[in-house]
């Protein structure tokens, strides 16, 4: 899968504020260690995870049960605010083909980015089934937002 950029200053809050002044080695385990806890509440049945958060670097191993539970662990970890890199390094039980990644846009719309990458506006609902449970409506999506495309 390889390593995946994402916009440092977008996403989830899930550390920082009185944490910010922390030693970095306190602040980076407890940025692991909130990632890792914001993995496991979506319930992708990943098993032995484990985050390193280093200067907004993750990195994130374990064995996840499909190539599509891996990719959205690796948006669980990039659409997180202060995060600006991932490192999926988790095995995959039952191998499948990669998806592919959108960047949101301002002005974008799950219709919109449905009928660049398939050419059809209707199947939007593609979209947010492969990045659910992170996205809980299809209306709410947010520029520097990263997205799983999976292939028809």
């Known amino acids: 899968m390889g390593l995946f950029s994402f916009i440092k200053e977008a996403g989830e809050k899930l550390f920082g504020g009185k944490e910010a002044a922390a030693a970095p080695q306190d602040l980076n385990a407890t ?3 909130a990632i890792e806890k914001y993995i496991g509440t979506q319930n992708l049945g990943v098993t032995d995870v484990k985050v390193a958060f280093d200067a907004g670097k993750v990195t994130v191993t ?3 049960p499909t190539q599509a539970a891996k990719e959205k ?4 970890c990039g659409n997180v605010s ?3 890199d991932v490192d999926n390094q988790m095995s995959v039980t039952n191998p499948e083909p990669e998806a592919k990644y959108y960047d949101v846009v301002s002005g974008d719309t799950l219709s919109g ?3 660049k990458m398939y050419g059809d506006a209707n199947k939007y609902m593609v979209i947010f089934e492969a990045n659910k449970p992170m996205l809980s409506d299809p209306n709410k999506i947010y520029p520097g937002q990263k997205l799983r495309i999976p292939a028809l």
């Open 113 to 115: 980015i449905s009928k």
């Open 62 to 64: 374990g064995t996840a």
């Open 31 to 33: 940025a692991g260690a």
């Open 73 to 76: 662990v690796t948006l669980c």
């Open 82 to 84: 202060s995060v600006s």
